[in-house]
């Protein structure tokens, strides 16, 4: 598994304003930080962010203490620089004249970015929550799939998988399910 410890020293010393912010941000392994960078950048570029050295580093060098290959190093240093995650300084060799990018992390804008991620999340919830209450659903006795009403309706009532009858299934556990999700991404105040 990969060592979450440099990336949870990074976050505290960035983010000293909310003792609650730097509890939820320092754990990669929280499901919503995990999830956004999972989307953003992949297992690989997580890697990358919990691997990286501290300081101005080339891409090169970020490869070799990260173990990432060098092509996707670069890509995952612009999308984090896409989202202000990562800056760039350019400095030219005064012999060769050859340019090199020096890269950091800056991992000040993840709150705001983390708090969209949140809003994201349970916005896709309360979606999911309004189908549940509004549509009726039907299941067979292996499980093989759920449907609406008017699915298993038009099917007659009959499973396409296994040929067993589709009868009513009570939501009410999904709902409960959805709800307390919800309620973990925004806590009532
Ligand atoms: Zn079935």
Known sequence: MFNTALFIVRLIYRQVDSIGVV???ARLDNPIIHGYFHR?????????????????VTDEEV???TGVLLNVVRRTLFIL??????SYRRVRDTDSGWLTYLWKLDLSP?????????????AN????????????FYTCKNGCSR???ESAAEMGFVCPDCGEPLTYQDNEDVLKAVQKRIEKLRPRV
């Open 81 to 86: 620089y896409e989202k202000r995650l990562a």
């Open 125 to 136: 919830l309360e979606e999911r929550m309004r189908f549940e209450e509004e549509n009726i």
């Open 23 to 25: 509890f939820v941000l």
């Open 147 to 149: 449907y609406v009403f």
């Open 40 to 56: 953003l950048v992949g297992e690989n570029g997580i890697k990358v962010l919990e691997r990286m050295p501290e300081g101005e």
């Open 63 to 65: 490869s070799r203490a």
């Open 110 to 122: 993840l709150p705001g970015l983390i708090e969209e991620e949140r809003e994201r999340l349970a």
